[in-house]
């Protein structure tokens, strides 16, 4: 596909469209369902979402916020996809939950200060950094509520109009 040039950014994008509906429809089916190590693979593939998730944020918002330099550090949003490619590697490997909640903190901590950061963007002017933020705030919810963490503690994205 790097050849492609355009035309393979294009098929990347609809690739990663169709792989995102792909796991939003296996954890609908499989939601609540135990059965022959289902929850284990709902986790790692959401481990993996979460991720992806956060590579695209990462690369969306070295984008949409070049411009604006009130808050924005490169840096919030590379620690975030580290936190969450070091939880997938432990998710992936067969983790206990004791080490799995351990290293979704460090996850915790880097999305509370992307959320941090993403409170000062605006949403009119950035409806795709804003979309992929809302995935992956869904997806982290998904994996809070997968390791039994207490709801109240967990930071949310909020957008505001």
Not at 21 to 47: C, H, I, M, N, W
Request: charged content about 35%; hydrophobic content about 40%; some cysteine.
């Amino acid at each position: 596909m790097g050849k492609l040039g355009k035309e393979g950014r294009v098929l990347r994008r609809e690739a990663a469209r169709v792989e995102a509906e792909d796991e939003e429809l296996y954890f609908a089916l499989t939601a609540g369902d135990p059965s022959g190590g289902r929850a284990e693979q709902v986790f790692k593939r959401q481990a993996r979402r979460l991720s992806a998730l956060a590579k695209d944020l990462e690369q969306t918002a070295q984008y949409a916020l070049l411009k604006s330099s009130e808050g924005f550090a490169p840096g919030d949003f590379r620690k975030l996809v580290e936190a969450c490619a070091r939880f997938q590697k432990s998710a992936e490997a067969g983790a206990r939950p004791e080490q799995l909640r351990k290293d979704f903190l460090e996850v915790d901590h880097a999305w509370q200060r992307v959320v941090e950061v993403l409170k000062l963007v605006k949403s009119r002017d950035n409806l795709y950094l804003i979309r992929t933020a809302a995935q992956l705030d869904r997806a982290h919810d998904r994996l809070y509520r997968l390791l039994g963490l207490k709801e109240k503690d967990r930071p949310r994205l909020t957008i505001s109009t």
